[in-house]
């Protein structure tokens, strides 16, 4: 008999797709969860990290595969698992004793009894003093306290948590961090295991004993790393260094598969099924100016430049992905490089920029070629959008495709390749004189 | 706050869809249903004593009350109805796919022309006769207020954020328990609001719906709406007078005594809060919330109410479905068959009655008296917004005089038009004008205010940086008309333009006919001629005129103010 909490066993799960197809959102996933352990999933966006957590939750159901929580299939939301969400979820015509009070109020139990642990949950976590409170009164990080101590009063096997810092600001995150940390180590939480979604790589070596790395689109674990360190950890240990070094250079590894249809990028765009990254030009000209500039000098350990820019790792990815499939950057080992015509990309005048930005564009994003040579081909140089809307949708999910779309159009339009108006929902060659 | 849309505005696509056309004949063959059988009962109605209603003013206050409590009870029902079909249509896939088109088509079937029919039938089911007059204008005044209700909260539950979803589910509260800690809650400030609209759009209702001649028969109902159609009758000016006076003072009433407390109230349900918007203040609820006695009397049913949102109904929660690919056969066996089974009937009725009485030339009749009421209602819209469009845009943006207008606006948008025709039939008698020109205005009386609502909404949202950069640039006259407020209020005034139309529709049964004592005029148009059939009690050709009106109202909602809503929608959206 294993002593697992959690148990999931060839977990997959698919959407339907607008042609009738299905969508892989999840594939292969196995993962166990053991008394006293925070697991980490730590993945892009479009990773199914948090499609996961739900499937965990009983929210949904998965497509195929078990999970199996304490012996039982998980079917439904099952007692025992709680969940502390990314935007808080409080419900803000109830005050914060009333928020807290809720799941308990559910479980049924006798009124005294209700009142009784929802006001332990509330002192254990800091909110004294706040009971009577509503949550917009509140600031986030006291917001984010309610939504723990809602989950905690239910005295759950399980927490699941949903990125759930990534909406506060960067100390009162620090904070909620440590506390939860302290709480934690010093067994005073009624729960026996964690699992935590983040896209924070910084976050997931601080808190988890246990990090499964998530490919996207499928979400696949790609790696398991186990984090040996003492806790409290300390940002500036080397080791803790190397660990966070360590998974940039695995999150931006090419795929060692050959690129299927509707991979995402941290590849090439292969063909116009590539889903592409939703960037601004502003934003990759401004990436490829701070590699050129000094101290980096062309060649930068990303890490580094996402801490020096301020960007978090999921913001500073779909940059460095789109500037790779554009061939302006190489990135390997998780070191960021200018290319040959990146450096000259920087070197030249607003003019030059969109001539090499146009070359780049048409010769490596195969989407924008096929919409250029599609308005080419017609006589008055007009396409609606839906034509291309509907051939992505063949490959991709319908928000995937606008957003690939939308990237390529905004590329375009820096590049003076194509221009597209939005009131006739058209593509057309011509640019206004 | 702006209103919902009173349409179903759920995407471009196709006008009509199978779902519409069943729902369109659902809509039919109940109509007809209701006709035949009301032609049956018509018989023992004839004998139905007249309830003597007197001018005297001292009878005021009870017919205010009478129609008062006809009013709370339609609303209680309306309530009650919103809760039922609303979350039935919003929470299961299945019945929403037949019940949005149903109300669709439900709603833009005009209440006037329905009543003579609704009262036949509720008087022969009903075991005392009067209390089927009552049941039939409590019915009536239920359909003029029920249906936005409903899309308000149809609306609201498609719109609960996933991650309140989420967590009632996580923490495994019963359906029971989230419909009241959630959905409701959340719903709860667009339901006031449409209820609010719905009470003022109802006094036209109740004006019409206590006194009715159905061929031979007249019932006369007590109330404020009998008494002014007796003071119509009678020629008397001063009882016209108390008559709108007593409904000012009804009007306040309520609105301090339920609607203020309820909109301070419901503030708390508010979800996301405009920074430096004024809390809603009610004296009424800070002496209820402040009195010891009322506290000490509303604990045990507070107790009782939490008590019962706790019991659970259901053991457990129930397997969630695994996510299946969509399958193209659209709808379960069993409910197919019911529906088809209940379209059948419909259409075998609707068929029956086609063919049996409906000539090709009342057809035609009646197609080209709703183009005549159509064109009147165009030029009536046309000419409310070029008037009312400026003056909302005015008023919103100094917020100091909205504050002042807007209780102004909404009681004249409760002021039933029935009321004017005094002034109005004098006017064209002695100046010997045309009743079909001069008769027009009366239609678009009562609705006009909800384009002013909107515009007035609209403009107050106009973000003061927009309107800073316009005074910055020096942006004046007519390019700040065109380039910044206009397109700013154009999502809102669609949304007023949208009821408004609606609503004059529904007027024109009352308004192009106008009677004052012996004086009666009449213009050419679909709503003379319900009105007219529903004196002669000619079922068949009520149905026709009614069939025709709903026909003109969703033709018009699905052709033009839906795609020209989601135009505005999409490309004025601020923020």
């Known amino acids: ?433 | 706050m702006r209103l919902n849309v009173p349409i179903s505005v759920a995407g471009w696509g196709r006008f009509f869809t199978r779902w519409d056309v069943v729902a369109v004949l659902l809509v039919l063959g109940l109509l007809v249903f209701l006709a035949e059988a009301s032609r049956h009962l018509l018989q023992p109605l004839a004998e139905l004593q007249r309830e003597p209603v007197s001018l005297d003013p001292a009878n005021l206050p009870e017919y205010a009350a009478r129609t008062t409590l006809r009013m709370l009870i339609a609303m209680a029902l309306s309530l009650l109805f919103t809760f039922t079909y609303a979350t039935l249509a919003a929470k299961n896939k299945q019945a929403e796919r037949l019940l949005v088109p149903l109300l669709d088509i439900l709603q833009s079937v005009p209440i006037l022309g329905f009543i003579s029919i609704t009262v036949v039938f509720f008087m022969a089911l009903a075991p005392g006769r009067v209390l089927g007059a009552e049941f039939a204008a409590i019915f009536a005044i239920f359909t003029s207020q029920a249906w936005n209700m409903a899309f308000s909260f149809y609306q609201s539950l498609r719109t609960v954020p996933t991650e309140l979803v989420e967590a009632s589910r996580n923490f495994r509260l019963s359906p029971w328990m989230s419909f009241w800690r959630v959905d409701v809650p959340f719903a709860m400030p667009q339901l006031i609001w449409n209820m609010m609209m719905s009470m003022s759009g109802s006094w036209f209702f109740v004006v019409a719906s206590e006194a009715i001649s159905v061929g031979n028969t007249t019932i006369t109902l007590p109330g404020v709406g009998s008494y002014i159609a007796l003071a119509i009758e009678h020629q008397d000016l001063t009882a016209v007078g108390y008559a709108i006076a007593t409904m000012l003072i009804v009007i306040l009433i309520y609105d301090q005594l339920l609607f203020r407390p309820l909109v301070a109230w419901a503030d708390r349900f508010r979800f996301e809060q405009e920074p430096g918007m004024q809390p809603p203040h009610s004296w009424v609820l800070d002496v209820l919330r402040r009195s010891r006695l009322v506290d000490r009397l509303t604990r045990p049913f507070a107790s009782f109410w939490r008590r019962l949102l706790i019991a659970r109904w259901s053991k457990g929660a129930e397997p969630v479905k695994r996510k299946a690919p969509t399958r193209h056969g659209w709808i379960t066996f069993q409910w197919a068959a019911i529906v088809t089974a209940v379209v059948a009937v419909a259409l075998w009725q609707v068929a029956r009655f086609v063919i049996q009485d409906i000539t090709l030339s009342d057809a035609a009749t009646v197609l080209l008296l709703g183009l005549a009421t159509l064109s009147r209602i165009v030029v009536l819209i046309a000419l409310a917004s070029v008037i009312w469009v400026p003056i909302g845009v005015w008023v919103g943006t100094r917020p100091r005089v909205a504050n002042l207008v807007q209780p102004i606006a909404q009681f004249l948008a409760a002021f039933p038009a029935n009321l004017l025709f005094p002034i109005a039939v004098s006017a064209i008698v002695v100046l010997k004008l045309n009743p079909n020109i001069w008769l027009s205005p009366l239609m678009i009386l009562g609705t006009q205010w909800y384009i002013l609502f909107n515009v007035v909404a609209g403009a107050g949202a106009i973000p003061a940086e927009l309107r800073a950069v316009g005074a910055n640039f020096r942006v004046r006259g007519w390019l700040w008309w065109r380039r910044i407020a206009l397109p700013a209020v154009l999502p809102y005034y669609v949304t007023g333009a949208i009821t408004a139309s609606g609503g004059s529709w529904n007027a024109s049964i009352v308004a192009e006919v106008a009677s004052w004592g012996n004086e009666h005029l009449e213009a050419q148009g679909l709503g003379a001629y319900i009105a007219r059939q529903t004196e002669a009690g000619d079922f068949h050709r009520i149905v026709l005129g009614i069939a025709a009106m709903s026909l003109f109202v969703v033709l018009i909602n699905r052709t033009f103010w839906r795609p020209l809503y989601l135009y505005a929608e999409r490309k004025f959206r601020l923020g």
């Open chain 1, 1 to 433: 008999m294993s002593t697992a909490l959690l148990d999931i066993h060839a977990l997959r799960q698919t959407f339907p797709k607008a042609d009738g197809g299905e969508l892989l959102v999840l594939d292969g996933v196995e993962l166990e969860l053991n008394q006293g352990q925070i697991v980490g999933l730590l993945g892009r966006t479009g990773s199914g990290k948090s499609t996961l957590l739900r499937l965990i939750a009983g929210l949904a159901r998965p497509s195929d595969g078990t999970i199996t929580y304490l012996g039982q299939p998980v079917v439904a939301p099952a007692p025992g698992i709680a969940m502390v969400f990314q935007g808080f979820a409080l419900f803000p015509w109830l005050t914060v004793l009333e928020n807290v009070q809720l799941g308990l109020e559910a479980l049924g139990l006798p009124e005294a009894e209700i009142r009784k642990r929802a006001l332990a949950g509330i002192d254990l976590i800091g909110l004294d003093g706040y009971e009577s409170a509503y949550p917009r009164e509140l600031s986030g990080g006291m917001r984010q306290r309610v939504g723990f101590a809602r989950a905690l009063v239910v005295h759950p096997n399980i927490l699941l948590m949903d990125e759930p810092f990534s909406a506060l600001d960067v100390l009162t995150a620090e904070t909620l961090r440590t506390d939860f940390l302290e709480l934690w180590g010093d067994g005073r939480l009624p729960i026996k295991g964690v699992i935590l979604v983040t896209h924070n790589i910084e976050e997931a070596v601080l808190m988890c004993d246990r990090i499964l790395l998530f490919s996207s689109n499928p979400g696949r674990i790609i790696r398991e790393i186990a984090v040996d360190l003492k806790q409290p950890r300390n940002r500036l240990d080397p080791q803790f260094h190397e660990l966070v070094e360590n998974i940039y250079a695995a999150m931006t590894a090419r795929t060692p598969t050959p690129p299927r249809i509707g991979t995402t990028a941290g590849t090439v765009a292969t063909s116009i099924d590539t889903i592409l990254p939703r960037v601004s030009a502003n934003l990759l000209s401004g990436l490829l100016e701070a590699l050129a500039a000094q101290p980096y000098n062309g060649k930068a350990d990303l890490p580094v430049i996402a801490d020096e820019l301020h960007m978090e790792g999921d913001e500073l990815f779909p940059v460095s992905d789109a500037l790779q499939i554009l061939h302006l950057v190489e990135i390997e080992g998780g070191d960021i490089k200018l290319t040959e015509t990146g450096k000259q990309f920087v070197e030249a005048a607003t003019d030059d920029r969109k001539k090499i930005f146009q070359r780049q564009l048409l010769s490596y994003v195969p989407l924008a070629a096929h919409i250029r040579r599609v308005l080419q081909e017609r006589t008055n140089h007009v396409a609606p959008k839906s034509r291309f809307f509907d051939e992505l949708e063949d490959h991709m999910s319908t928000d995937d495709a606008e957003a690939t779309l939308r990237s390529v159009t905004a590329w375009a339009r820096y590049a003076e390749a194509f221009a597209y108006d939005d009131d006739s929902q058209t593509f057309s060659l011509e640019n206004p004189t």
